[in-house]
């Protein structure tokens, strides 16, 4: 039963049907593996460097982050140089049948793959890095709008206006347009 990229060609030597297999092009395999990346390092959506932490899940998402980068990295490492080793070998197979295109497409995909494990690496250490900064400066910044929103909430408490005075108060600050 040919699969959803088989179909079959009726042009054969011999008059039987000939299956012949379609396969994705290398480049839409790659655009596959790099949105199923992307999907697994997006961990957090709310990074930016000095915003508050919005709510528990952001903070727990941002500390877990360096933690969890490197395992998924690591997986996607080994992914591509499982896909390496097969390239090679195909490669292999190739040269033995004096297959040279083939030999030739299957060594250049083993090399794209070895770049996309060394594009992991970097992208690993650089990660790191970022989520690193990440944490000191939103962290920071938490401490800094919870402190300003504390002496804010205190200002409040311990003065001396009525509500009421507060409110005009702030109204004859405001300017008035004309």
């Known amino acids: 039963m ?5 179909r079959v060609d009726g042009n054969s030597r011999a008059g039987r ?7 994705k092009s290398y480049m839409d395999e790659v655009e596959e593996k790099l949105d ?6 997006d961990l957090s959506r709310h990074k930016y460097l000095f915003s508050p932490f919005q709510s528990r899940a952001d903070l727990r998402n941002t500390f877990l982050a360096p933690f969890v980068m490197p395992v998924v990295n690591t997986l996607v490492i ?3 140089l499982a896909s390496m080793l097969i390239n090679i070998l195909q490669a292999t197979l190739s040269l033995f049948t004096l297959d040279l295109r083939g030999f030739k497409n299957h060594l250049t ?3 794209k793959e070895l770049l996309f494990c060394l594009y992991t690496v970097l992208d690993t250490v650089i990660d790191a890095i970022v989520d690193t900064l990440l944490i000191i400066t939103r962290t920071v910044a938490s401490i800094g709008h919870a402190v300003s929103s504390g002496a804010s909430a205190a200002k409040g408490f311990f003065s001396k206006k009525s509500k009421a005075e507060a409110e005009a108060e702030a109204r004859a600050e405001k300017p008035v347009k004309p």
């Open 2 to 6: 040919p699969g959803p990229n088989a």
């Open 17 to 23: 049907p000939v299956l012949i297999v379609q396969s």
């Open 36 to 41: 199923l990346e992307r999907k697994l390092v």
């Open 78 to 80: 080994l992914k591509h």
């Open 109 to 111: 995909n083993a090399g």
